[in-house]
């Protein structure tokens, strides 16, 4: 085992994977001799060279097209979209051509592309840097979307995306890029859509995915002083989420908070409600409770920011409330 940011975590599955596939390739913006905006891909195009790690104009659209092309005639692309935001000009290649590939041609093509990107708040980026994209995706069949929130799972899920013969979105919170962990060297890989339980509980369930998951963490220590047991569940794969796993720990502790940073309509709260609700009802004692963002662009202000994203405060008081 060896202490790794989950930038450094990433390009080691990077790494992995390139040296061992050799169809495995890289292209987005500034990802060759730059290393990536973030610098999940640094070192790798003086390994591999320009061929594999290919720098792109800036086109999301077209990176996505070249993705899914070259993934149709046998190649495991991993593109980058640079900031999640921008994925809105690449929106139709993932939805009507990645997403739909496999369905539309009865299996006789697929589209194997994982396309990483980083999202989430914190930072002061603005409207068009901070966003959580999964709401925009949660109803696109065909479409896998993958989350996680710490170094070790971040390797482990990346290897097994760039495997897996699905069009997946995999998805990384900017917060959690310098956090550390303890991860192995070697090659190992997670499964994709099964949730974690970080830690076990007795009185309230709580759903968190990326960086929230840190919250939903937090808040159970603080509740855990009160006499208050939070089981705590780590999504890890968004779409499709581990039903099984949420619904067994809900019905164990009769209440449940779900916590996501985007904004509460339409998104991955608004399902992981509804799917409780809909099957433990009667195991409930009280409401499911949402802990979300405020439906509001986000502003650059790093105060007001602070203002709309959901909190450690947030999840503790949602718990509480499930209990009156």
Not at 143 to 159: C, R, W
Not at 283 to 289: F, G, I, K, S
Not at 308 to 317: A, E, H, Y
Request: hydrophobic share 45%; glycine share 8%.
């Amino acid at each position: 085992m060896t202490r790794m940011t989950m930038v450094q975590a990433l390009n080691n599955a990077l790494d992995i994977k390139m040296a061992e596939d050799e169809r495995v390739y890289c292209l987005g913006e500034d990802i060759g001799w730059m290393g990536g905006d973030f610098g999940v891909t640094r070192g790798l195009f003086e390994k591999y060279g320009a061929e594999r790690m290919r720098d792109t104009p800036l086109s999301e659209a077209a990176i996505i097209g070249a993705a899914v092309g070259s993934a149709v005639v046998g190649m495991r692309p991993v593109p980058e979209i640079m900031f999640a935001d921008f994925i809105t000009t690449c929106y139709d290649q993932l939805v009507n051509n990645a997403a739909k590939m496999y369905y539309m041609f009865d299996g006789q093509f697929k589209s194997p592309i994982v396309v990483r990107t980083a999202c989430g708040a914190g930072f002061g980026g603005g409207p068009h840097h901070s966003q959580s994209v999964e709401g925009w995706f949660m109803n696109v069949s065909g479409l896998v979307i993958v989350a996680p929130s710490n170094a070790y799972d971040a390797k482990g899920l990346l290897i097994a995306s760039i495997e897996d013969d699905n069009p997946i979105l995999f998805l990384e919170h900017k917060a959690l890029y310098r956090t550390k962990g303890e991860v192995p060297e070697e090659k190992y890989t997670i499964p994709i859509g099964k949730a974690k339980v970080l830690k076990e509980g007795s009185d309230v369930t709580l759903v968190a995915s990326m960086k929230t998951v840190l919250d939903a963490m937090e808040a159970a220590g603080e509740l855990e002083k009160e006499g208050i047991s939070a089981e705590v569940i780590d999504l890890r794969t968004i779409r499709p989420w581990d039903h099984e796993t949420v619904l067994e720990s809900v019905k164990k502790t009769g209440r449940a908070v779900v916590v996501n940073e985007s904004p509460k309509m339409g998104g991955l709260a608004a399902d992981l409600s509804a799917v409780i609700s809909e099957e433990v009802f009667s195991d409930l004692v009280a409401p499911v409770e949402r802990v979300c963002a405020l439906d509001s662009p986000i502003p650059f202000s790093l105060v007001l920011e602070k203002l709309i994203m959901p909190n450690k405060d947030d999840v503790v008081s949602a718990v509480k409330k499930t209990f009156k």
